[in-house]
């Protein structure tokens, strides 16, 4: 321990904020998770689920965001509130769970503003003006005076329960599009009162709710401060912008949480994968260089290399980390115990959370952690009678059954017929931008390393014989997908011929490195509108290729998490690409893709590369047989997980891998 804390001397020095004496420089930052109840009050799901991040060594937690202002200002369908004193109770349950594990406790007030929804409060959002906080969103109406004048009490009233709740600090959200951002910004913000025109102005509302706040909870508790530090959008706020009108409210904030982004630059507010580690802390390095005020950082923080250089750097003080501790709950405890390799870092796919939360409104999961409330509790159990597992296929799906089969005490046999593991993911993620991905079969295949009752066979076909020969009590089929190529006037032909110019996502991948870096001139057209279909135009856009995309549906992009959704169409605006919805594929030649326009036009769009990518369909070339020799007998249960059964998500196979344990309860071998 010693050891590892002195390679990391940055991230475990204390550091004390007026009352509060933080243990080390990581701090949970503030993330919506649709667990509270419907009355707004934390649920036990919602307290477990910050006790696994106090537990795994966290020196901060800030809760999200909870309502000062319900229903006007709430945010999301099961917002937690702070605007009656009737919270407390749970709240204070909330703070007494985390600070027993040594670690310390913030929660976020806010006001949602434009980005409340009437559908969820029955009443018209309100804002600085009559501008929606994203394209095409809610037109809000603006805020009077005495309506300013009662949110700003609010907001102090809200903060007093917090203070009486037992938490350490109280953070205020100024960013992200929400009520005193749109104030701030000048994209939101057109009023001609007080409130609106100078940076000061547009600073006032922000200032009286951080002063009213300090007067309501004294001297001596931390104030926290969240900021849009740069809105990376036409028109709004820059840094050096952001700079000048902190001047205004700086003087009572303690700390400033240093985030970027509106809803309309989401990928950047919430990163997007292709970004690199650690890549926003100039900003606060720049407003702790202008205000000598400790400031947090964060931004795709992964490794804690890269958190140490930054906090010796002096780029910021504090570390933030949130999808990062979604994904493990542990990671400061491994970084202190030298267990780095054993960290299960986030791949910033934004599927299981922000793709839930802010997409369809569900409870946040995550593609690479299946059990975000519970934590790793299932490896104290064991198995009471021999129990033997056979694995087919080494994705993710089958990496993930076979570690917990053979952490719970099963002999395990991991049977790939590829020279190596890691399916799909591994091969997805030799594609630049997605390298990110490679991040969690890595990991999957460490962990199957250390257990030694887990025998991987690789370059091995899994037959019939071999299954029969190993005694299986439980077969887990994990085969994955193929490429879907239907029966198209010539695809099979032209597709992925040696020298030929129309590929699969395999043949791009498997060629990835012999595409020049400059494609200007060259003409790209991309079938399937899906997300690997956006994953080519990615990686091509930025070579200066004439690209085009063909969707048959009439939405490119269609089920994609909203992050990348922005991210996507923000590159291909920024690089020309040519979008064809309604669009459908009606015969493969050599050079060019027959297509039948929405107007039923047919016409040729010639190609120096085409690309198929109309998804992926399953591959289970081994499951019939499995069922007819073992399926009758009683003894032998079998799985089918992942891909294999419809080809979806790495998440789904990641879920229904550590569903073994429900199988291995059910068979009583638990």
Known sequence: LEKMQSKYTHIFEPLTIKHMTLKNRIVMTPMGTNYGEQNGEMSFLHINYYEQRAKGGTGLLIVENASVDSPEGSNGTTQIRIDHDSYIPRLFKLSETVHKHGACIAIQINHAGASAQSARTNMQPVSASNIPSKAGGEIPRPLEKEEILRIVKKYGEA????????????????????????????????????????????????????????????????????????????????????????????????????????????????????????????????????YGKICITMGNIRDPQVAEDILERGDADLIGMGRGLIADPEW?????????????????????????????????????????????????????????????????????????????????????KKANLGGLAAEISKIPDKKRLSDFPNYLIHRASKLKNLFVFKNTEATIELVESLNPNIIVNATGSNPLLPPIKGLHENIDKEGGKVSSITNMINHITEYPEDLTGKKVVVIGGGAVGLDVVEFFAPRHADVSIVEMMPVIGNGIDPVSKVGAFTMMDQYGVQQLPNTALLEVKSDAFLVKMPDGEEKDLAFDYGFV????????????????????????EIMNIGDSVRARRIIEGTTEGRNILEVLEKRDYL
């Open 159 to 290: 903060a007093k329960r917090a203070q009486i709740a037992g938490f350490d600090a109280v953070e205020i959200h100024a960013g992200h599009s929400y009520l005193l951002s749109q104030f701030l910004s000048p994209i939101t913000n057109k009023r001609t009162d007080e409130f609106g025109g100078s940076p000061e102005n547009r600073a006032r509302f922000a200032k009286m709710v951080i002063e009213e706040v300090r007067a309501q909870v004294g001297p001596f508790f931390p104030i926290f401060v969240r900021i849009s530090a740069d809105e990376f959008l036409e028109g709004g706020n820059t840094l050096e912008d952001t700079l000048d009108y902190l001047q205004y409210f700086e003087k009572e904030v303690d700390v400033f949480d240093v985030s970027c982004g509106l809803n309309g630059s989401i990928q950047y507010q919430i990163d997007a994968n292709y970004l690199e580690d650690g890549w926003r802390s100039y900003m606060a390095k720049a407003v702790k260089e202008r």
């Open 332 to 416: 400061v405890n491994k970084v202190s115990f030298g267990d780095e390799k054993e960290i299960r870092k986030c791949i910033s796919c934004n599927i299981g959370c922000a793709g839930n939360r802010i997409g369809v409104n569900r409870p946040i999961r995550c593609t690479i952690n299946p059990a975000v409330n519970e934590g790793e509790g299932y490896k104290k159990l064991r198995v009471k009678k021999p129990c033997n597992v056979v694995v087919i296929g080494g994705g993710t799906a089958g990496l993930e059954a076979a570690c917990t089969a053979a952490e719970v005490g099963c002999t395990t046999f991991l049977i790939e």
């Open 613 to 636: 990518c109309l998804g992926m369909r399953a591959n289970a070339p081994i499951l019939d047989a499995l069922y007819n020799t073992f399926g009758h007998s009683g003894d032998v």
